[in-house]
């Protein structure tokens, strides 16, 4: 058998898919397995430590991360995920920073950021890698939206009680897992990174 394919995991033609998905918030594994399973993947977070590269590019180090623990783990298949809040009034900020601006300024010191700016526009982008069996995948996805004036909703993580998506009042903290899913940045890259894994696999 394959190295890290689990004998429970569902058949996918030939194959028994497994990934491990190097993370350590819970929020993440939350929204990231129920996508994994609406495509038959078995997933299991690992909280190894996570190799990142300083970029602007968030594909880069989704991309990073998941070829050094394949090759540090002995090729264990991975999924990585690297996501970002972009704020079009502050040219991008906090963007591939976001973790680190989170942990610094929260969430009431983008508000404070944002104190008398009429333009709210902003947006997510998740990049997400995955190398399996030799394979590397990288996909990223978006969502639209705007900067709410005060933090709405305890679902949810991060930046999520002030980010609104295009097309909806309430905030993403004020959303369902399912419903956040339904048009999240994370949830349409996972989504094509692993119909990529799965079309390279049957062939
Ligand atoms: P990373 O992808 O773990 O580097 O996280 C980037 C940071 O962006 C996180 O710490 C969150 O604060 C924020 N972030 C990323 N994705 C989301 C999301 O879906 N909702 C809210 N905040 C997010």
Do not use: C, W
Request: proline share 4%; glycine share 10%.
């Amino acid at each position: 058998m394959k190295k890290g394919l689990g004998e429970e995991s569902p058949r996918i033609g030939m194959y028994r898919v497994k990934l491990y998905l190097l993370t350590s918030n819970k929020g993440k594994v939350g929204e990231i397995a129920r996508i994994a399973v609406k495509y038959g993947v078995e997933l299991e977070a690992v909280n190894a430590p996570k190799l990142e590269v300083q970029s602007n590019s968030l594909r880069e180090i989704a991309l990073y991360s998941a070829i050094n623990y394949y090759i540090s783990s002995g090729g264990m298949p991975v999924l990585t995920e690297d996501a970002g809040l972009f704020i079009r009034a502050l040219n991008g900020f906090p963007g591939p920073y976001s973790s680190y601006v989170y942990r610094t300024l929260g969430v009431r010191g983008v508000l404070k950021l944002m104190d008398g700016v009429e333009d709210r526009e902003a947006y997510f982008e998740s990049a997400v890698a995955i190398v399996y069996d030799g394979l590397v995948i990288a996909e990223t996805a978006r969502v639209n939206g705007s900067i709410s004036k005060e933090p709405r909703g305890e679902g949810g993580f991060g930046f999520d009680p002030i980010f609104i998506p295009q097309g909806f009042t309430r905030t993403f903290a004020e959303m369902s897992i399912d419903e956040k899913n339904s048009i999240s940045h994370r949830a349409k890259a996972v989504a094509k990174a692993l119909e990529s894994l799965l079309n390279l696999l049957k062939v």
